[in-house]
């Protein structure tokens, strides 16, 4: 019981860590390596954290800022 536990445990955090990783991706449109302020506009709550998860404030989000 312990052991399924903790199998389902892991995985629930695999499917986690690749939705996040999958996300940078997909949005990033035009495969630049960054998301731009129209690109984040395909994501409700991308585009509202946008300013906070911007901190170098160059107007795109790298995949580091993106994963902070
Ligand atoms: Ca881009
Ligand atoms: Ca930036």
Redesign the pocket.
């Known amino acids: 019981m312990k052991l399924i536990s903790r199998l389902l445990i892991v995985g629930t955090l695999t499917v986690a860590y690749s939705a996040t990783a999958a996300d940078f991706t997909t949005l990033?449109?035009?495969k630049?390596g960054?998301?731009?302020q129209s690109?984040a506009a395909q994501s409700a709550s991308i585009r509202k954290a946008f300013e906070l998860l911007d901190t170098n404030k160059d107007g795109k989000l790298s995949e580091k800022e993106f994963h902070q």
Do not use: H, K, N, P
Request: hydrophobic share 25%; net charge negative.
């Open positions: 990033d449109t035009d630049d960054f998301i731009s690109e």
